[in-house]
């Protein structure tokens, strides 16, 4: 188990990016509290692309916030790369995608993803190169002197998803980054999406609505249910790394998108 | 081209109401004037005229209806005697001259200038703190609030009394009035500016784990230069009415203030509605200019054309 010969930060290839044991949230107190999260045990581990799914209100964002040290859990135990979320943040462990891309409107598409370098503290020479890099992830090079409002909605939150890969962290957070997009552009950037993510090893915790959308992108399908917000069940997706999009047709895939419909139903049948 | 139509239309009806007030206005001293170049008015006692109706005596006497836009003190003075008056004391003065308007606005602008800076300065100072702390948000605004309840013409006396007997006397009182009427919608602009980040946007930062300073810098100053601007247009005209105010108590010899004292003083009401336009003119240009700093500097910010 122990390797501490990585390089990076010491960590351990084998030990979970994120494990929750027992997570509690409650919101408020009193009358009007309510429980967000109730009991939530969780393991994801390295490279594991990981999606959220459940009705409104089941706690999908909360986790993610708390994973992100947004929030903070009022029970149990959660670890980020085996550091407390603080501390997890304040390593640069995780990149956060919020649904809408909150882009600055003052800042061009360069300046825009420049700003985590310019807080972290990045040389200027430093920050030119990973801008470019980026921007070629996202396919987005050329479009770097942009303002925000010369772009589509698509390539903004493109630029947004940029913008989290462009100091190193290991972990992607997102929470329905594409839900306001058309079907059309989503589904291209579900497809830009795995090959960046195949590309770049990272995790990924991907929270959505869309059963073909948690189920194209995971290795792991986490479906929730509401009040009190908590884990129905994970599915284990056996489908291979590579997923063209046409593999949405096939009978395995068909065959989880049904288990995760049935995990759903069932779900909203508790109290 | 149908816009400047209709501003036209607009100036032409206000400029056609004004010679129509001059009628009734001015038809009491045109009479009197008459009759003491001994022509027949009717009534003809300045007793009973008074008494009478301004309408009626413009009915009776309408011989006189055409000398009321001429007069030499008016009570209303017309247009084009205001228009002659402004062109006269400023395109016909040297600036240097005590009856330029020019040197008269320039003192005052003087003043409105470093008030303007003074306030504007002193307004962001208290925004940063109001937002930043809340015992200042809940101390200071009252008391900001408070501040603008108190008529400025009470306490513009009192602020130059007070700054005389410490020996301070000249622009910086009249400043000082200035700033006390503009730091006010700079305050509240900029806090509200300050606060418009909404919580997306905080939270993204918090993920970067930005300090204090770097979320100030990046997020809250950058959000708040709409709202800025809005004010510093309020904030300026205010320190031009505290310019001016601040000239009356001091009997000032110059200033668009003083001129307007000196021609209540001796019935140069000419004078007056001169310099009213003096001061509306220069208020005008003012805010216009702040407007093509705003274009400019929110065009480089990228805001939308
Ligand atoms: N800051 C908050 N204060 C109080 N209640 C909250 C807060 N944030 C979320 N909630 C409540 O917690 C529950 C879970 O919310 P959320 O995590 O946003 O759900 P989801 O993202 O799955 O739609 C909801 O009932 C919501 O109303
Ligand atoms: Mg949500």
New interface residues.
Partial sequence: MKTNSQVDSGQDAAQPVIEARGLNLVFGTGETSVQALKDINLTIDRGDFVSFIGPSGCGKTTFL?CI???ETPTGGRLTVNGMTPEEA??Q?A???V?Q?A?L?????ISKNIK??L???GYSKAEQNKRVAEVLELVELSGFGGK???QLSGGMQQRASIARALAFDADLLLMDEPFGALDEIVRDHLNEQLLKLWARTNKTIGFVTHSIPEAVYLSTKIVVMSPRPGRIHEVIDSPLPKDRPLDIRDTPAFIEIAHRVREGLRAGHGHD | MKTVFSVLTVVAGIVGIWYLACVPMNIKGVLDQAQRAGEEVVPDTANARRDAGAFDLVAKNTFAINRVWSVERPRLPAPHQVATELWQTTVMKKVTSKRSLIYHAQVTLSATLLGFALGTGLGILLSIGIVHSRVMDMSVMPWAIVSQTIPIIALAPMIIVVLYSIGVQGLLPKAIIAAYLSFFPVVVGMVKGLRSPDQ??L????????SGG?LFW??RL?SS?PYLFASLKIGIAASLVGAIVGELPTGAVAGLGARLLAGSYYGQTVQIWSALFAAAILAGLLVALLGVIERSLLGR????P
């Fill in positions: 916030r992100a040290a947004l943040r304040k640069r995780y990149g956060y919020f809408a909150g600055y409107p003052w800042r061009t700003l985590p310019e807080i972290m303002f925000p409002w | 997306m946007q939270d993204l930062m918090r993920t970067y784990g930005a770097q990046k997020l950058p230069m910010m990228g805001v939308k």
